[in-house]
C-alpha cells in the first residue's frame, strides 16, 4: 500500500477550474493505477478518472472533455485538472491506488485513499 494526501480543492465559481494534487508515499508508485473518485453529501462514492502505470487515461462521463489527468512519477504525484467547474461538482474528492495493471472504475478495487479534499463550487 501507499500513504496518500490529496490538496488543490478549495471554492471555486461555476465556469473556473480547479488542479487537484496527490502525493504519494511509499515504494514503486510507478507501478500503480491512480485514480480520481469524488463524493456529495447523501450519494455514492463516484468515480471521477483514472491514469494506469502505462500512463493510458480514462474518464467518467461527468469529467469527460473538461478535464485532464497525469502523474509525474519523479515526484510520486498523481494530478487532475477540472474545467467549466458546475455546482454539482461539489463533493470531497479522493485519490485512491490501486496494484491492478488495468482500468477499474470499482472503489473497492483500490487498495489505498487519501483523506480527500473538499471541492465546493458556487454559482
Known amino acids: 500500500q501507499v500513504q496518500l494526501v490529496e490538496s488543490g480543492g478549495g471554492l471555486v465559481q461555476a465556469g473556473g477550474s480547479l488542479r487537484l494534487s496527490c502525493e504519494a508515499s511509499g515504494r514503486f508508485f510507478s507501478r500503480f493505477t491512480m485514480g480520481w473518485f469524488r463524493q456529495a453529501p447523501g450519494k455514492e462514492r463516484e468515480f471521477v478518472a483514472a491514469i494506469l502505470w502505462s500512463g493510458s487515461i480514462y474518464f467518467a462521463d461527468v469529467a469527460k472533455g473538461r478535464s485532464t489527468i497525469s502523474r509525474d512519477n519523479a515526484k510520486n504525484t498523481v494530478y487532475v485538472q477540472m474545467n467549466n467547474l458546475k455546482p454539482e461538482d461539489t463533493a470531497v474528492y479522493y485519490c485512491?491506488?490501486?496494484?491492478?495493471?488495468?482500468?477499474?472504475?470499482?472503489?473497492?478495487?483500490?487498495?489505498?485513499w487519501g483523506q480527500g479534499t473538499q471541492v465546493t463550487v458556487s454559482s
Open positions: 485512491a491506488a490501486t496494484r491492478r495493471t488495468v482500468l477499474t472504475t470499482l472503489a473497492d478495487d483500490y487498495d489505498s
